[in-house]
């Protein structure tokens, strides 16, 4: 049994209100994690294509922002 399946059973268990409490937290953090995984899937291949800003430009920036 996996984690995912543990906590489930045990949610089961807990009152109405709070299992939909918790459904809508997971449901957020699914959507959250799906959304960023599809940003950093398009932004690798935008970097893959050659798009972009340069490396060295954006480090120039970061260093530049903090004084170094």
Do not use: C, W
Not at 12 to 37: N, S
Request: glycine share 6%; proline share 3%.
């Amino acid at each position: 049994m996996t984690k995912l399946e543990n906590a489930i059973k045990d949610a089961e268990r807990l009152p109405e209100e709070l299992q939909e409490r918790l459904g809508e937290d997971l449901l957020h953090f699914i959507d959250k994690y799906l959304a960023l995984r599809d940003d950093l899937e398009a932004a690798i291949a935008e970097i893959d294509a050659g798009k972009g800003i340069p490396a060295e430009e954006v480090f120039a920036e970061v260093r530049a922002s903090l004084g170094a």
